[in-house]
Nanobody, 127 residues
Framework: QGQLVESGGGLVQAGGSLRLSCSAS????????MGWFRQAPGKERLFVAA????????EYADSVKGRFTISRDNAKNTVYLQMNTLKPEDPAVYYC????????????????????WGQGTQVTVSS
């Protein structure tokens, strides 16, 4: 079955950048649409971005459009989230997730559409 492992989180000043990575071990990401979600303390897990298996389609939450970019390298079995112009409202644990579908379905923003999850990586933004 394998697992997803996120990395790249950390502390950054407001306005700074981070790049998160999600690597798959024991399974290939090449046949899965992928998503990034985030969860702040005491809040629900929210959709951030998603990408189809061939990277032909990407979707973003309104709160991150123009600042975050999702991409993937199927040869490296890795999905990325480039986060620029980080804001005080961005801190959270960021999770990557793999869909059972190759394509982004209508409910791509719903966490229930994803079947495999990583353990998360913490992103902290200082003002």
């Amino acid at each position: 079955q394998g697992q997803l492992v996120e990395s790249g989180g950390g502390l950054v000043q407001a306005g700074g950048s981070l790049r998160l990575s999600c690597s798959a071990s024991g399974r290939t990401l090449g046949s899965s649409a992928m998503g990034w979600f985030r969860q702040a303390p005491g809040k629900e897990r929210l959709f951030v971005a998603a990408i189809s298996w061939g990277a032909g389609r990407t979707e973003y939450a309104d709160s991150v459009k123009g600042r975050f970019t999702i991409s993937r390298d199927n040869a490296k079995n890795t999905v990325y989230l480039q986060m620029n112009t980080l804001k005080p409202e961005d801190p959270a644990v960021y999770y990557c997730a793999a869909s059972a579908s190759m394509y982004l379905r209508d409910n791509y923003y719903n966490s229930h559409d994803y079947v495999y999850w990583g353990q998360g990586t913490q992103v902290t933004v200082s003002s």
